[in-house]
């Protein structure tokens, strides 16, 4: 083996001890052992395991980025589906050694390792972005990103610790947060409406995002919810443009200006009040 | 000063400190300096920098803790968006010097900060569904209101750095994520669903809530948004029971099964017919 050969090979043989167990149930004679070394060689090639470890998460940080590459065609719940599919994929085979650093309670945290993760990150976000198409992303798309990719760590990590679901349908829940979360943000900034339109435009219902808008329709069919909404959707007397849109909707009860009595403890007889007055 | 109040003294002048200023610049001297206090009668009190600053963070872990009590009066969005408000002076106040900690790139994390870190997430978990008074929740529902709590957190660290929008937006917006979340879980899980109902029965138009359902009607007035929520909403043929409360809420569409072909980019032409259409 070359000197180069023989470095990527102790790396790869941490990779996999340091992806199944926290650092410290990982020795450096483990590591000699397990790649067939002396333990004076990996010290030759490494001053100490914590060199070992940084050196292993920025593999398992390439290799991750690596799986966030995913061709620009079809529509983009779809793609995204697919890269949480190999993300969770990669979740499941390294999690659980670097489960603990992600959770911030590992003790082979170090400026190093939070630098490989800020870089996983990032990645994950410039991918999603250059997906998204959208010419200047807002400081609010930005951090709507930020936060979902947050939220599928902490999804992850929590699936590793108890798996109390299948795999799958984390893998569809995540993509449908994500669209939710775009479709919120696009509420919030007028500008990215157009973008909104074409995503929807380009999604297929037997997609995450078909399935995730039928979801929320059937919520309609329970008692008490599409008269709940429709009175909150009518507003207060100030309430703008987005009233017409919401009849624009066909929302039954249009028609009626007024909202319709909804049933609940105490604060119904305040919002009976609310919706009607003024319109 | 008693040995209690000298000690508790010690503990908030370091937690001044420590806000402001990340702790590899925070001095024991600083701290003595600061507390009228000589360095040996600190090192009394405390072994060493790495405890003072655990306490402090524990002090601040309590502070931040009792922020999140909030009387079990109104409707629930209104209530999150009173403790958003607490939640989001304190980090105002504390969050600069401690944001490194929470970004997991600092050098005084520890097993015993990140204890301190779990404790307050846990305690904003708690009371989150403490005030959505669901009996049993799922462990769909209590990943969600972890992930909205990451989501918190991420947002704000970020808003530490950037300030890019005002305070009251950030509180806003997030109070209207938490919905769309707890909106989203129900669409997923059936059981849920007349709690959302409760939930929305209890909003008012001019909270959180209902300027969240007036927004995403806005969206729907926005040209092609409607057309393809609504071929999505229709579905593919063996789509099963969401079908039809879809056809409930009114979509139009819904009589054709066959799912229009997507049409992408060009969009907007497709897009204008969109208004009229339909109905």
């Known amino acids: 083996m070359s000197v ?12 996999e001890l340091f992806s199944r167990r926290p650092p410290e149930e990982v020795s450096i004679d ?13 010290y030759h090639y490494f001053p100490g395991k914590q060199a070992l470890y940084e050196a292993s998460l920025r593999r398992a940080g390439r290799e991750l980025s690596a799986r966030f590459e995913e061709p620009m065609e079809g529509p983009l719940s779809e793609r995204l589906y697919r890269v949480m599919g190999r993300y969770l994929d990669f979740v499941q085979s390294h999690g659980p050694g670097f489960a603990a650093l992600l959770r911030g309670g590992s003790v082979a ?11 996983v990150r990032r990645a994950a976000h410039d991918q999603i972005l250059s997906h998204l198409a959208i010419p200047r992303p807002s400081p609010g798309l930005r951090l709507a990103v930020r936060a979902w990719i947050a939220n599928a760590e902490i999804t992850s990590l929590e699936w590793l610790a108890e798996r109390s679901v299948p795999l799958e349908e984390l893998q569809l829940h995540l ?19 157009t973008e909104l339109a074409t995503f929807f435009a380009g999604e297929r219902p037997d997609g995450p995002t078909g399935r995730l808008v039928r979801d929320l329709a059937g919520l309609f069919a329970v008692p008490g919810i599409l008269d709940a909404v429709t009175v909150l959707a009518a507003g207060t007397a100030d309430a703008g443009a987005p009233v017409s849109g919401a009849a624009d909707a066909g929302a039954p009860g249009s028609a009626a200006p007024t909202p319709a009595p909804v049933d609940e403890p105490s604060a119904e007889a305040t919002q009976g009040s609310t919706g009607t007055g003024g319109e």
Chains 1, 2 share one sequence.
């Open 4 to 15: 180069d050969e023989r470095r990527e090979q102790l790396i790869a043989v941490a990779l």
């Open 30 to 42: 483990d590591i000699a052992a397990a790649a067939g070394a002396s333990r004076p060689l990996v």
């Open 109 to 119: 945290a170090s400026p190093g390792t939070s630098a490989v993760i800020d870089e």
């Open 175 to 193: 993509v449908q947060e994500f669209v939710a979360s775009l479709t919120l943000t696009a509420a919030r900034e007028p500008a990215l409406a």
